[in-house]
């Protein structure tokens, strides 16, 4: 099984290569920003699954001082169904948990139904929410 810890700052381009794989970047979002900011918050990280020095799967995550968020999960297609993604989720968890987090939220897109019966497999429950967003300049 791979090796997960932080993510370092020398592996943001191998991250956002994994993000461009798994078809997470969008337009309005600066990945090395995303990187750089969640690093430089004592209250996230992103944690980095390696297998032979190549990063083969990450999860942004963040606790707001009441839940714990999840962003940027994604495993590298020549690890998907070995278990990664689970291993992931359970290190995001246990990290959530440990700075304080009672409650993990995250979102998917809608038209993404395989990610949604992965969050299902492991407990997740689609919440009765309406998600609304404002955006200031780029992020």
């Known amino acids: ?14 991250a956002i290569d994994l993000w461009d794989e798994a078809n997470l970047l969008q337009p309005w979002n600066d990945p090395r920003a995303d990187i750089a900011a969640a690093l430089a918050c004592p209250s996230s990280t992103i944690l980095a699954a390696r297998d032979g020095g190549r990063i083969v799967g990450t999860a942004m995550i963040g606790y707001d001082g009441h839940r714990g968020w999840f962003y940027y999960l994604a495993v590298a297609r020549s690890h998907r169904g070995t278990g ?15 700075q304080g987090a009672s409650t993990i939220r995250l979102m998917i897109r809608a038209e993404n139904e395989q ?3 992965f969050y299902r497999a492991l407990g997740y429950e689609q919440g009765n929410l309406i998600v609304m967003g404002k955006r200031f300049g780029q992020g």
């Not at 099984?1 to 191998?14: C, F, G, N, S, V």
């Open 1 to 14: 099984m791979a090796k997960i810890a932080p993510l370092a700052p020398d592996e943001t381009e191998q």
């Open 84 to 98: 990664l993604g689970r291993a992931i989720v359970t290190a995001a968890e246990q990290w959530l948990v440990g």
């Open 115 to 117: 990610v949604a019966g």
